[in-house]
Every structure is written in C-alpha cells, then in structure tokens.
C-alpha cells in the first residue's frame, strides 16, 4: 500500500499499477489538481507543507478505516508538498475492489478524510494577497473536526 | 523541564522557527504546553482553540502527558487534498 508524502510530481500510473491484481474488477481514481481560483479570488500558485511523518501515519489511519468500513485493502494515495502551479496534481488517490461500489466508496472517503485529519496545510498566493487556507481544526479531545476560517498572512 | 516542539504552517511563520523549546513543568499536560506557549508568544493566545497540539504524532488532548522525551508539534487547521 502507498501512503506517501511527496516532493516531486505524483505519477497515477505509478498509483493505479500498485493496484494491479486479478481480483480486483474496480479501479476508482480521485485526482486534486491547483486550480486558477479560490473564494472568487484569482490563484496564481500554491505551496503545500506538511508533517511528513505523521501525514505517512495519518494516511495509514485513513486505510485502515476504510478497510474497517469498506472491506477495501487495496489503496494508493500520495500528496504533494512544495510551490505547486495551476494544473499540477496535488493529491492522488486509488482504491481497487473486486466491485465498483466498495472502490467508490473507498476513493470518495479517502479524500474527504485526508483533508479532515492528515497535517497538510496550503498556502494559497493570488491577486488578493496570500492566505493559510485554514479548512478542518482539528479538535484535540476527540481528534475529529471543526470548522476554521482561514488566516491571512 | 524544557520541551521541543515542531511548528508548522502559520505556526511556523509567527514563530519564525521550525521547532522551538519551552519551559514547562515536571509532569506537565498538554494543557501547561499552551500556558508556556501562550506566555512565551502571546499571539498564539486569540487563536488557541484552532491549533491542535500532538504528541508522538497522535493528536493528544488538554490531559496528555508531555515529557521531554517526547515528539511534541503544534498542528494549524489542516488544509490537505484538493476540493
């Protein structure tokens, strides 16, 4: 299984070849890309920072739930960290099953996850300055969620 | 005793290091990390709810125990993946 942190352009194929096998009949693929805009604002580029060691972990924690509650063990994600452009691909992500439904499933819960509890945070440069987009504090009691505004800088 | 903490992202930035090392006391709690932080760079005081605070990678709760030995990071609201 790849949980990678990574510092240089992720490669799909790399991610979908991992998950190469007879029995598995569904391959799901999410791919989160830079784009030109945020909040209405104009975006010129972004840089992702991140823990290393413990967004490897968190992402292994994301696997595990999904194996707890989609029967899913065959997973790929990666993320970028480092100055990004507009079009480059931020986050990767590949859950093969041996049906589509459970590969669904398990791709859709791995983004919404990773952007909940896996240290990685963007700084977003654009026409209106530059902002930490500041999306999931994460509350330390329950290690879940809340809601954050985010933070000029 | 005195802890190293990792600072990330904004917390980085207004600390101007990547790690840096507060005095706290023998059997400190997560809770007594943020009364030497806070004292130490008050900015860190209008916003202390947002940031979580981890120890040995797990996010840790006001009660967790720090020790000097332990990998301890300060954790902004997280902005991973891509909408």
Redesign the interface.
Known sequence: MICRIADTPIDMDELTDSLDSPELGGLCTFV????NHSAGQGVTHLE????P???E?KMRQVAGEIEERFGVTHLAMA?RVGTLAIGDI??GIAAASAHRDAAFKACRYA??R??????????EYGEDGVA??????????T?EPQK??N?R? | MKVRVKCFAWAKEVTGEDEIDLEVPEGATVADLRVSLAERFPVFSGRMESIAVSVNQEFAGEGTPVDAGDELALIPPISGGCA
């Open positions: 989160g890309k830079v784009r992702y920072h991140a823990y060691e413990m967004a972990k993320h931020a986050v983004i919404d990773i952007k909940q509890i896996v240290p990685i945070w963007k700084k930490w987009v500041e999306g999931c504090a994460v509350d330390a009691e290690a954050a505004q933070q800088v």
